[in-house]
């Protein structure tokens, strides 16, 4: 069964400190997607980063950065010197492919929210 | 802007009636969703679209029925809406068929049933 936890629940920072938001997985796909999604207090759902099982390369962006690792089945994702506006509820999801039944169904995590102070 | 809008964007309604929550896409996408969004579950699959008149259930699709008459647009109804089904709905369209491109959200829709 597919399943994603984000056992964090809530998380507390000072403004510049770093992050980091768990994400764990399971499948019993080869081929499969993780993303991350911001949800700000404003109730939008933003698309941040899209990952395919193929792709273990971690990626910055900015202050944000991604460490996917397979062996650990986690997708962590980390923000450097956190600010006021990176509080948010992010989101973790996965989504599994079957060839040519692609439907592109997300499964989500429950949640971090993330609350950044000044 | 991925050319989502949802209508109503917030809904009280008895229990018992029946609501229908609508989402209209300007790209012509494929494939089109529908999410529940409750504290402590994140979000959760309703139903989804594959083309016009082509639906399937997700994981919570008890009490939910959807309809896709034109690509445009994807319409979920509660048929008799019960206190269960207050919650945030979103809409979703994938700008291709498949899993290896995200999603894209409408603004979500408030649904409270008293």
């Known amino acids: 069964a597919q399943k994603v936890t984000q056992a964090q629940t809530e998380i507390s920072v000072v403004e510049k400190e770093d992050v980091t938001l768990d994400c764990v997985y399971e499948?019993?796909?080869?081929?499969?997607?993780l993303f991350w999604y911001k949800q700000p207090p404003s109730g939008e759902l933003v698309f941040l980063i899209r990952?395919?099982?193929?792709?273990?390369q971690n990626e910055i962006s900015g202050r944000y950065s991604w460490n996917f690792q397979k062996s650990t089945s986690s997708f962590n994702f980390t923000i450097t010197a956190s600010q006021v506006v990176d509080s948010a509820v992010y989101f973790c999801?996965?989504?599994?492919?079957?060839?040519?039944?692609?439907?592109?169904?997300?499964?989500f995590g429950q949640g971090t929210t993330l609350q950044v102070k000044p | 802007d991925a050319g989502i809008t949802q209508s109503p964007r917030h809904k009280v309604t008895e229990t018992g009636t029946p609501v229908t929550l609508r989402c209209h896409q300007t790209?012509?996408?494929?494939?089109m969703y529908w999410y529940r969004q409750d504290p402590g579950h994140g979000l959760r699959l309703i139903h989804y679209s594959y083309g016009v008149k082509d639906t399937d259930k997700g994981e919570v699709s008890d009490g939910y029925s959807v309809s896709r008459s034109k690509t445009e647009d994807f319409l979920l109804t509660l048929e008799s809406a019960t206190s269960s089904q207050t919650s945030v709905y979103f809409c979703?369209?994938?700008?291709?068929?498949?899993?290896?491109?995200?999603?894209?959200f409408g603004q979500g829709t408030r649904l409270t049933v008293v």
């Open positions: 790209e012509n996408h494929r494939y």
């Open positions: 979703a369209i994938r700008k291709q068929g498949g899993g290896n491109t995200e999603a894209f």
């Open positions: 499948t019993r796909d080869t081929t499969y997607y």
């Open positions: 999801a996965l989504s599994e492919a079957h060839g040519s039944s692609n439907t592109g169904k997300l499964i």
């Open positions: 990952r395919n099982s193929f792709d273990e």
